[in-house]
C-alpha cells in the first residue's frame, strides 16, 4: 500500500514537471526565423507638397521685401531731387528780391521761380508715371523756357538801380513773405508718398506763388514789358492752377491715409486763388 502510494506521488509529479517545462518559450523563439520578415517602421519625413510650399513662401516673402526696398529707395531719391531743386531756386528767388529796382527784382526773382519750376518738371518726368501729370511737365518744361530766354534779355539791358525807391522796402517785404509761403508749402508737397501726387502739390504751391509775384510786379513795377510778362504769367499760372486743383481732386485715392492732413494745404489754396482773382481785378482796374 505504501510502495503503491509512493510510484502515484512520483508519477503525478514527473507529470506535473513535464506539463510546466511545457508551458516555458524555447530559447530561439525569441528570435525570429529564417522565413520571417522583419518589419521597420516608416520614418517621418516632410510631404513634397508642404516643402514647395515652404520655398514657395519663402520667395515670395523675398520678393516682397525687395520691392518694398526699392520703392522706399525710389521715393528718398525722388525727395531728395526735389529737396534740392526747391532749395536752388529760394535761394536764386531771394538774391532777386533785394534788388532795388521792382522791375529788376521781379524779373531776378522770376528768373529763379521759372529754373525751378522746370526742375521739378523734370523731376516729374524721372519719376511719375500719370499721363497728364507728365503731360502738365512737359508743358512747362516748353513754356517756361521761353520766359526764361526773355528775362535774360531783358536783364542784360536793364542793371539794377544804384540806389533804393521810395517803395523798394515794400515790394522786398512782399517778396519775401510770399517767397517764404511758396516754400514752406513746397516742402509739404513734396513728402508724398506717391511721385504723381508729390509733383502736383508742390508744383500748385508754385503756381499760386508766381500769381503773388506777378501781382507784386503789377503793384511796384513800371516797366511795360515786365508789367506785361507779369499778366501772362497770371493767365498762364491760373489755367494750371486750375488743371492741377482737379487733378489732384479726382485722384485723392492716390493719398495715403497717413498723408490726409496735407489735404489742407490744397484747400488753403482754393481760398488763395479766389484772394488773388479779386486782387488782379482792381489792379486791373487802376
Not at 529754373?115 to 524721372?126: S, Y
Amino acid at each position: 500500500m505504501t510502495s503503491s502510494y509512493r510510484i502515484s506521488v512520483i508519477a503525478l509529479g514527473v507529470t506535473a514537471a513535464l506539463a510546466l517545462s511545457a508551458c516555458q518559450p524555447k530559447p530561439e523563439d525569441t528570435e525570429p526565423t529564417a522565413t520571417e520578415e522583419v518589419v521597420t517602421p516608416p520614418v517621418a519625413t516632410p510631404e513634397a507638397d508642404v516643402t514647395d510650399d515652404i520655398e514657395a513662401e519663402q520667395d515670395s516673402s523675398a520678393e516682397v521685401a525687395e520691392v518694398e526696398t526699392v520703392d522706399d529707395t525710389k521715393i528718398i531719391d525722388m525727395f531728395n531731387d526735389y529737396t534740392r531743386a526747391i532749395s536752388r531756386m529760394n535761394d536764386e528767388m531771394l538774391i532777386g528780391m533785394v534788388y532795388n529796382d521792382p522791375d529788376t527784382a521781379f524779373a531776378k526773382s522770376m528768373l529763379g521761380h521759372h529754373r525751378g519750376t522746370v526742375d521739378m518738371a523734370q523731376i516729374q518726368l524721372k519719376y511719375g508715371t500719370d499721363a497728364e501729370m507728365r503731360a502738365l511737365a512737359e508743358d512747362i518744361i516748353d513754356n517756361q523756357q521761353l520766359k526764361i530766354d526773355t528775362m535774360r534779355r531783358w536783364l542784360a539791358s536793364h542793371p539794377d538801380a544804384a540806389k533804393s525807391k521810395p517803395n523798394t522796402e515794400a515790394m522786398q517785404q512782399a517778396y519775401a513773405d510770399d517767397i517764404e509761403d511758396m516754400y514752406e508749402d513746397m516742402e509739404k508737397g513734396i513728402t508724398a508718398s506717391v511721385a504723381d501726387i508729390a509733383f502736383a502739390r508742390s508744383m500748385l504751391s508754385l503756381h499760386v506763388g508766381a500769381v503773388d509775384m506777378a501781382l507784386i510786379q503789377l503793384k511796384y513795377g513800371t516797366d511795360e514789358e515786365m508789367r506785361d510778362l507779369a499778366l501772362q504769367i497770371i493767365d498762364a499760372q491760373q489755367r494750371r492752377i486750375q488743371t492741377t486743383e482737379n487733378w489732384l481732386a479726382t485722384n485723392d485715392s492716390l493719398i495715403d491715409s497717413d498723408e490726409q492732413n496735407d489735404l489742407d494745404t490744397e484747400n488753403e489754396s482754393d481760398v488763395s486763388v479766389t484772394e488773388r482773382e479779386a486782387q488782379e481785378s482792381k489792379v486791373e482796374q487802376k
